[in-house]
């Protein structure tokens, strides 16, 4: 069974930075597209970012592009996200998932491995 762990967040000022980890255990993920999603209060889950098998390949939510950087260590079965400019509408609970494919998408429904969450708060 795929364990996903998020770690790193946090309460941080607008216009500071964090860096968000997932760490994987239970199998190695180094062939699989991994990625991170947020849920602000009252909202629906959005993707943010994603990092397909091979890091290859990477993707951004428009809101976060040039702000935010997605990255993986498959020695350490890790990925991360690097959050920078944080915004106080950056402010959500962050969820790392993980696809059973290397093709990377954004689609919520395809990742099949979930870790419970990091809070992430920005003020202004």
């Known amino acids: 069974q795929v364990q996903l762990v998020e770690s790193g967040g946090g309460l941080v000022q607008a216009g500071g930075s964090l860096r968000l980890s997932c760490a994987a255990s239970?199998?190695?993920?180094?062939?699989?597209?991994m990625g991170w999603f947020r849920q602000a209060s009252g909202k629906e889950r959005e993707f943010v970012s994603g990092?397909?098998?091979?890091?290859?390949?990477?993707r951004y939510a428009d809101s976060v592009k040039g702000r935010f950087t997605i990255s993986r260590d498959n020695a350490k079965n890790t990925v991360y996200l690097q959050m920078n400019s944080l915004k106080p509408e950056d402010t959500a609970d962050y969820y790392c998932?993980?696809?059973?494919?290397?093709?990377?998408?954004?689609?919520?429904?395809?990742?099949?491995?979930w870790g419970q969450g990091t809070q992430v708060t920005v003020s202004s």
């Open positions: 990092i397909s098998g091979s890091s290859s390949v990477t």
């Open positions: 239970g199998r190695a993920l180094s062939s699989n597209a």
């Open positions: 998932a993980a696809m059973r494919t290397p093709i990377l998408t954004v689609t919520m429904s395809q990742y099949t491995y």
